[in-house]
């Protein structure tokens, strides 16, 4: 369901330090299964480095914001607005309605997920608060799975431009070489050579 439709990823809340990875993790999440942006609180510069960085290296488009306006981009989005909460509809009732929101009125979607409280307003202004399962989690985990359900595991196909390198799928070993396929193979640092299950494992 792509066509020029955005999906974006808002994540609501940071503390820095304390959240680094999650953050960092939301939006390697939101950009390998489909979405189309991330924006962070403007505290989280660390981890919207990081994510540049990843699409800089295994490509893209993606983009990363930082805005301060959290609650001013979830009040005046101009699309639908799914809040991904423990307490929402299951997302297996729902992730059709949704699919058909976005693409009966070609409207953008928001995909907000929190970190520590978030404010209520947040639950009263989305147009869906879902669960995925009604259990506490983390929003890694939830937004993951809403995206592919979303997609319909239609990302999983998706292939990136701009890359530098590519990981070559295979049943052992951690093969990564120039996204061009033949110029030469390097590790996922950069560096020359491939690293086979035999020499290393993370
Ligand atoms: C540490 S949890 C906070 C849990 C919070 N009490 C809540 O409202 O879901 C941080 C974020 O993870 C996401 N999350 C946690 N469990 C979830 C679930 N079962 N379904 C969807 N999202 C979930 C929500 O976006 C939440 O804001």
Redesign the pocket.
Known sequence: MHEEREVVVLRYGHRPGRDDRMTTHVGLTARALGADRVIFPDNAGQSAETVRDITDRFGGPFAVELRADQKAIVRNWDGVVVH?????ERVQDVEGDVREDVRAGNEDLLVV???E??PWALYERADYN??????????VA?LAVFLDRLFDGEELEREWTDADRRVVPEATGKTVVDADGDAGVVDADGDAGSVHADESVD
């Open positions: 991904l909460t423990m307490y929402g997920v929190g970190g409280k978030v879902v669960g995925v399962t009604n259990q506490p989690h983390s929003e939830g």
